[in-house]
């Protein structure tokens, strides 16, 4: 039995409005009815949706990457609200007709991981002649992606380009249909200029409005801040061994739909920056990252979390190396890893806390980041998520 569960260890580790009337009121009814004005209940908001509609021509090569870099910490923002509210994330990445595509979309998720990956493939390349696809892109970020239809939901679209719409395609879906369409699903519209170029400006001013959003500009590349940490890699490699204590279970094509995940995640450790890595491992240990880090089916989150009894899980459904095991030994692999799961998730936990103080008087002594795309972001979602409910403490955004 030791043996076997000392192989298993080797294998895991790499929410009203009442109506005042009276039930039973008659003519002549004298009804006394208190003038004080009752306070509207604020509902608070317990999801976030945002979707990126993301300009990939060859002039937007350092937003791209400063998009990259940073998308971990924009989450990490988002969530920071009181209420640790769920967070999924799209994107709309557009071009122009002509270029090798007009837009791909990857629908809204709470796997960022997938997310992430795909977004690590895009590269700046085509437009040159003006004016893009800005059209087609809005019109797929509200129609083509699979919003909620919950009151309680920050539902957000950013727009990031530098050039204006085509307005010339007799086909098209013009903007302000678009965003009509948008208000009435409850979507706000928010516009990140990059450069100076004055039509965008004025078109980027009018989609903000139109779209009950913000507009603000940041540089070419982005305006982001990058810095680098003392405690960036090792905070990747902590993260790389919690990635490790998943144990995915299920039906062929559920452990095919889970294997996808896992080559994604192998993906962003191999191919991402040190402080990309870092900043995912702090979204992935707060209470709103835990569904980006475990995704669906994962079995020791599910037994320790009592939604499933082990013993009723189907041999064929486990794990491979756990299915030749009794339940005494599947359950000591559980206990174990969950164990090594809640420590090195302390462990990151202590070093974000060490790697946020130090951003914090790095970024002071830089003169501050108010102008930054980090800032930017922060205010416009608190202002625009208090509305709904959701309340952020923090002076700064997370970096």
């Not at 937003?63 to 910490?73: F, H, P, R, T, V």
């Not at 090792?234 to 995940?261: F, H, I, M, N, V």
């Amino acid at each position: 039995m030791k043996s076997k569960i000392t192989a298993m260890a080797l294998f895991v580790f790499t929410a009203g409005t009442v109506a005042l009337y009276p039930p039973t009121q008659s003519h002549g009814t004298v009804v006394t009815v208190d003038p004080t004005p009752i306070a509207p209940v604020v509902t608070q908001a317990d999801k976030i949706e945002v979707v990126f509609v993301l300009d990939t021509t060859g002039s937007m090569s350092g937003l791209i990457q400063a998009a990259k870099d940073k998308i971990w910490s924009i989450a990490n923002t988002m969530v920071s609200a009181q209420s640790a509210p769920e967070i999924k994330m799209g994107l709309v990445a557009y071009r122009d007709r002509g270029d090798t595509y007009v837009t791909q979309v990857l629908d809204l998720s709470a796997d960022l991981d997938s997310m992430y990956a795909k977004l690590m493939d895009f590269r700046a390349a085509g437009g040159g002649d003006g004016p893009e696809s800005v059209n087609q892109a809005l019109y797929d970020a509200v129609h083509k992606m699979s919003w909620s239809q919950d009151q309680n939901a920050y539902r957000v679209v950013f727009l990031v380009g530098d050039a204006p719409p085509h307005m010339d395609y007799q086909d098209d879906v013009k903007y302000p249909q678009t965003l009509k369409e948008a208000k009435q699903k409850g979507i706000v519209v928010n516009t990140i200029q990059c450069g100076r170029n004055g039509r965008t400006l004025q078109t980027w001013k009018q989609v903000a409005h139109l779209g009950d959003g913000r507009y603000f500009q940041v540089d070419q590349a982005g305006g982001a801040v990058a810095l680098a940490t003392p405690f960036d890699e090792k905070l990747a490699e902590l993260s790389r061994k919690l990635d490790g204590t998943r144990l995915y279970y299920g039906s062929t094509e559920e452990k095919a739909k889970q294997s996808k995940k896992v080559e994604a995640t192998d993906k962003l450790h191999a191919k991402s920056s040190l402080g990309s890595r870092a900043r995912r491992a702090t979204f992935n240990v707060s209470k709103s990252g835990a569904a980006n880090l475990v995704g669906e089916g994962e079995l020791v989150d599910d037994v320790t979390s009592g939604r499933v009894d082990l013993s009723g899980v189907d041999r064929d459904h486990l794990p491979g190396p756990m299915q030749d095991m009794s339940v005494e030994e599947q359950n000591a692999v559980i206990n174990e890893t969950a164990e090594r799961r809640n420590e090195l998730k302390g462990q990151i936990q202590e070093l974000a806390q060490q790697r946020s103080a130090y951003l914090e008087k790095e970024v002071e002594e830089l003169g501050g980041a108010k102008d930054s795309l980090d800032v930017q972001i922060y205010r416009t979602v608190r202002e625009q998520a208090g509305k709904l409910g959701l309340r952020y403490d923090a002076a700064a955004p997370a970096y």
